[in-house]
């Protein structure tokens, strides 16, 4: 079982992330659904929600879920932020990019190599770091949801990119561990 870290927050913006729980279905559908009605993202269903809602971190000011995403799996190597949504009246506060760096240290975590967005704003996720690449690229991605989407062969969507350094977190994870003795040097 994988432990839910603590919330974080942003004390400017009042802002805290946490992870979602399944009672919260019917709020990430509902952000979603109006996101999508704007053209932004593909339809989940409340069932698939219900199950799924543990992957997700939503952010929350005054008690209201203004934002979510999923960290999605898609192999041993490669994980997706999914379902990218963010309350139409909390735009432009930065909570979106709060939630993929959340995403991208889970991510690091749990020792995937590499994060992937499918997108209609590459620019939003350029400036993070992702970068655009073939969606041949990313071929766990096209066997588990690509092929069951009825825009498969017309999508307009970007696939975008970014190498996760797991190295470098779990070197700075052994740092901050001192309570373990210093491993000897290989050969």
Known sequence: MIEAPRPRASSASRITLRTADAAEAKKLHALITANREEGHLLPR???????HAN???VAVRARRIVGCAELAPLG???????????D????????????????????RREG??????????PGYFSQMGFSIVPHSWLLEK???????CPHFRTCGQYGMVVPLDTARENAVHIERSDTQPAAAPLA
């Open 88 to 107: 139409r009246q909390a735009r432009g506060a930065r909570v979106g990019v709060m939630i993929v760096e959340e995403l991208r240290r889970r991510a």
């Open 55 to 57: 992957r997700f971190v």
């Open 76 to 86: 041993p190597h490669v994980a997706e932020v999914r379902s990218l949504a963010v």
């Open 112 to 121: 995937y190599e590499k994060l992937c967005a499918f997108t209609h704003a």
């Open 45 to 51: 269903t409340l069932g698939e929600l219900a199950v």
């Open 142 to 148: 096209i066997f588990t949801d690509c092929v069951k």
